[in-house]
């Protein structure tokens, strides 16, 4: 069973250009989250998603930022007109159930540098 | 915010026990508390949660006070493989505003040396 799968691995976007990350989740798990890691500072929540749906957004920027999470295919975290300090690495967790007793598994996390 | 309080940093020698504490006084009846590590950048990887009762897997060993405010997480036997950043989580409760997320503190940076 594979883990949670990211890519590309590291993402290199000119100013202004748009930066798409994948996550593909593991065999089965249907609720993905992603989190986004600056330089030398910790894990933070962005969202979490369902299968089609958002379900916790409470930290994603208000403005250039999407996910998604469709019915078929990887769940895609979108940066429109990219700025440096996006730059970072951002890491997707998946698990089959949102329970508290059920562990969430992470990506190896796309490293996207924004120049 | 994270409702976990971990040592910033910890040394350990090789061969040795870690035993990596945090302190969750906050904690509600029905929230686990969660320990992930993350290895040089790499993604989070998952070792061990429980929610009141001792726990152990083939990776370690958590410890959860009989009152629930605070825990530790046993390495057994500490390898140079084992210097990571340490994270102590309690899992946000599930309900209408809370959706499981993990949120991550600042954990504690073990460094095992030789």
């Known amino acids: 069973n594979a883990g949670v799968m990211q890519n590309p691995r590291h993402l290199v976007r000119r100013r202004g250009q748009e930066a798409r990350l994948r996550c593909s989740p593991m065999k089965g798990h249907s609720h993905v989250y992603w989190y986004r890691q600056l330089p030398e500072e910790g894990l933070k929540f962005m969202v979490y998603?369902?299968?089609?749906?958002?379900?916790?957004e409470s930290g994603m920027p208000k403005e250039r930022f999407s996910a998604e999470f469709p019915k078929e295919g990887p769940s895609i975290l979108r940066i429109q007109q990219v700025v440096r300090g996006d730059s970072a690495a951002y890491f997707c967790?998946?698990?089959?159930?949102?329970?508290?007793?059920?562990?969430?598994?992470f990506g190896q996390g796309t490293r996207l540098t924004v120049v | 915010d994270a409702k976990t309080t971990q040592p910033p940093s910890m040394d350990c020698a090789e061969g040795r026990a870690a035993n990596l504490p945090c302190n969750h006084s906050t904690i509600s009846g029905n929230e686990y508390v969660y320990w992930y590590r993350q290895i040089h950048s790499q993604g989070p990887q998952y070792i061990i949660h429980g929610l009141k009762n001792n726990e152990t897997n083939e990776m370690a060993s958590l410890i959860i006070t009989e009152d629930r405010k605070s825990s530790t997480l046993i390495l057994p036997h500490a390898t140079l493989r084992d210097t990571a950043v340490y994270y102590c989580?309690?899992?946000?409760?599930?309900?209408?505003?809370?959706?499981?997320?993990?949120?991550f503190g600042q954990g504690t940076t073990l460094q095992v040396k030789p």
């Open positions: 989580i309690v899992r946000v409760g599930i309900g209408s505003s809370n959706t499981g997320k993990l949120i």
């Open positions: 998603l369902q299968k089609e749906n958002i379900i916790d």
């Open positions: 967790a998946s698990s089959p159930r949102v329970r508290l007793d059920t562990e969430a598994f």
